[in-house]
């Protein structure tokens, strides 16, 4: 028999078990976070004012983005150019296991990402969220020829043959975009905005057949203001093709259900052409340039304030990078006094650091510590894995391959031991680098991108790489190849090992 007090203390038993597991279920069935993952083009380490305190821009909604979330110091693209970065970001792998081994795709050039080739939308997609892609593309599409005989253009820009584009009909579906590699919505550019062909493309169908043409401007003109000649729609406005991209993503956030969405927006700024709106002209104290990158902060302030006024930004992942470093010459430097890639070496397209290291700021109220700063190396082709963790899925078979997850990061679980082995980084022409820990060896002299010289021959007794403690020689000035012979093999074993492999993520 029961006494009361016996019947009290089941009761509360009971009831506490009946908390922990509503707690439980509670848990289980949290709302799936929106993910909003911008990824502007060509902006620099040191173009942000709360990473460079002595930028001379102000990029007051990406500072205030990382006031309320984490950036990181040690972030890079896992290559120093645009295409191989998009290809990295969307499937996890780095580029230089597809079919392009170096350069970058033009705007006629077919698809790269293979056909059955999982990516973060299609995993995504698969995982209850709707997807859209808005911006700059750069992947390559599969356009509809005239005359299925003969060709459209080359692979590469250095390949395309003069009037690659005649033999396209612009009035049948594009294949091989957006919508062919998991997004359910997609309203892009071709290629770069100094790219042909200068036409709006939504969902696999262009918005206006490009009948006008541009002859394209040049360096010589004006720095900056570098464009291709070639096919265009008639109403195509440079200056408002930013706009244009940041009304559609808003308008998509407006529109959004309770379904989660992943919206992948690839900004073509800052870019060449540098055509920051009237607006933004003289905001900054870096010319054409500095005030492009103003309007790009400023139009990332639009999308965070949409998620905002929809109620969604606490249970939003944000992240704003670049896909590589700027394209800021020594001369723009000594023109302005800006440091655009801050104190590292070189400029975009190169093995230097400036090649590759680029901001990288996330925000997540609900899970991300705010005003938080993290030295963990990681590159772009960590998304992949970071968003399977988020979700609480495993990566699908045979995807992924170079894909780290990085949640414990951003989240402040992991703040000192580093997630990642090692980091690869490729170059413009083709040249490899790792990096381990402090440690980073490169397999060539030369900057193997745009800084001059881009190859170079190593003299009698000289060293025929460069390896370079990071940790202290941000700006790689002392080569301690010859001293550190121990580290340069473990390094280039790692190196052959990764790529003879087929990836660099721990196998479980």
Same mark, same amino acid.
């Given at each position: 028999?029961?006494?009361?007090? =016996? ?26 976070? %929106? $993910? ?16 460079? =305190?002595?930028?001379?821009?102000? !990029? ?9 979330? $984490? ?19 969307? !499937?996890? +792998?780095?580029?230089? +296991?597809? &079919? ?39 992947? @390559? ?16 820009? !250095? ?12 009035? =049948? ?8 590699? @998991? ?43 570098? +464009? +291709? ?23 998509? $956030?407006?529109? &959004? !259900? ?23 002209? %003289? ?6 340039? *500095? ?9 990332? /302030? =639009? ?15 944000? #992240?704003?990078?670049?896909?590589? @470093? ?31 290291? #680029? ?6 109220? &609900? ?22 963790? $988020? ?20 989240? *402040? ?15 413009? *022409? ?17 900057? /193997? ?19 370079? %403690? ?31 492999? /087929?990836? &660099?993520?721990?196998?479980?």
């Amino acid at each position: 028999m029961y006494t009361a007090k =016996k019947l009290q203390r089941i009761l509360l038993l009971t009831l506490l078990g009946n908390s922990f597991y509503l707690l439980k279920v509670a848990a289980q069935t949290l709302p799936k976070p %929106n $993910i909003v993952y911008i990824l502007t083009d060509d902006l620099g380490y040191g173009d942000i004012s709360i990473l460079n =305190k002595e930028s001379k821009i102000h !990029t007051t909604h990406i500072d205030n983005l990382a006031k309320n979330g $984490i950036y990181f110091t040690d972030a890079h693209s896992n290559s120093s150019v645009c295409t191989p970065t998009r290809y990295g970001i969307l !499937t996890g +792998r780095y580029a230089f +296991r597809s &079919s392009l081994k170096k350069g970058v795709l033009n705007g006629y050039s077919p698809s790269l990402i293979e056909p059955e080739r999982a990516t973060i939308a299609s995993f995504l997609r698969k995982n209850g969220y709707t997807t859209a892609c808005i911006g700059k593309w750069h992947l @390559g599409l599969d356009f509809t020829k005239k005359d299925p005989s003969k060709a459209i253009g080359g692979k590469s820009i !250095t390949e395309s043959p003069q009037n690659d584009d005649d033999n396209v009909d612009y009035t =049948k579906a594009i294949k091989g975009g957006p919508t062919d590699h @998991g997004f359910d919505y997609s309203y892009i550019i071709p290629a770069s905005l100094d790219m042909n062909p200068y036409v709006y493309i939504r969902n696999g169908k262009a918005v206006k057949e490009p009948t006008s043409y541009t002859t394209g401007k040049s360096e010589n003109q004006e720095r900056g203001s570098m +464009r +291709r000649p070639g096919k265009m729609a008639p109403d195509f406005n440079f200056q408002e093709v930013l706009p244009n991209f940041i009304n559609d993503a808003v308008n998509y $956030i407006q529109s &959004s !259900t309770q379904k989660p969405f992943f919206l992948y927006l690839p900004l073509p700024s800052p870019h060449t052409p540098w055509v920051p709106s009237k607006e933004f002209k %003289n905001v900054s104290g870096a010319g054409n340039y *500095g005030d492009y990158v103003a309007e790009t902060d400023y139009m990332i /302030g =639009k999308v965070l304030k949409a998620l905002k006024d929809k109620g969604l930004d606490k249970n939003t992942l944000v #992240i704003v990078t670049s896909d590589n @470093g700027s394209d800021w010459k020594p001369e723009d430097i000594e023109a302005t006094n800006h440091y655009a890639n801050y104190i590292y070496r070189g400029r975009k397209a190169d093995i230097y650091e400036s090649g590759h290291r #680029i901001p990288f700021i996330a925000s997540w109220p &609900s899970k991300i510590p705010m005003g938080t700063m993290s030295n963990q190396i990681m590159c772009t082709t960590d998304l992949f894995a970071t968003v399977a963790a $988020i979700v609480n899925q495993p990566l699908p078979q045979d995807a992924a391959e170079d894909s780290y997850n990085m949640l414990d990061a951003f989240t *402040g679980k992991n703040k000192t031991k580093q997630i990642r082995e090692a980091i690869i980084h490729h170059s413009l *022409g083709g040249i490899f680098a790792i990096r381990k820990g402090d440690w980073k060896l490169t397999t060539a002299l030369g900057s /193997g991108g745009f800084t001059q010289p881009r190859t170079l021959e190593p003299q009698a007794n000289e060293a025929p790489m460069t390896l370079y %403690n990071i940790a202290n020689d941000p700006q790689e000035k002392n080569n301690l190849y010859n001293s550190q012979p121990k580290i340069v093999k473990e390094l280039m074993t790692l190196l052959t090992t990764y790529k003879q492999q /087929g990836y &660099s993520r721990p196998k479980k």
